[in-house]
């Protein structure tokens, strides 16, 4: 097949795919309400916008990734909350761009009962970095999470595959 064909035929085939439901928001996050909770919320400061996801499955982030508070991008600036399963390990991913880089960071911390953690990500330009730093709030004040682990990005073969390897 031609170059040229298949271009003509991506032009046909990619409308019907976003007609068939590409351009919805996909499956969001939601904590039964038979489990004990913890708040999340994570500020973005960066100078662009953060993309949020959270995996089914924390252990190798499998499964899928879902929609934490909603499918859009947290804008520069602002910040995304809302509640998260306690007990368990939770898996996450922030990501952002500009016109010359990625920036994504992987996550896995385990949420306590009733908990609140603040993130901040931040994209640092000039230092060529994106970290992630996660704070528990406590009576004496805000303290690093101590349960956070990094995880290594990988990219499966499918979409519902591991992003990240096991734990040990």
Known sequence: MTTRRFVRRLWIVLPALAVAGWGEPGPQYVVRSDVPRATLSVRNDSDAQMFLRIFRNAEDCSGGKLGFEG???TEAGSEVSGNVAAG??????MQTWDSRRWCRITVTFDPRADARYHGHFVLDRAAR??????MLDTPAGDVP????RQRQWRTPFLETGAFCSKEH
């Open 71 to 73: 499918d859009a991008l």
């Open 88 to 93: 368990t390990p939770l898996s996450m991913f």
């Open 129 to 134: 970095v994106c970290r992630f730093q996660l």
């Open 145 to 148: 999470e101590s349960s956070v």
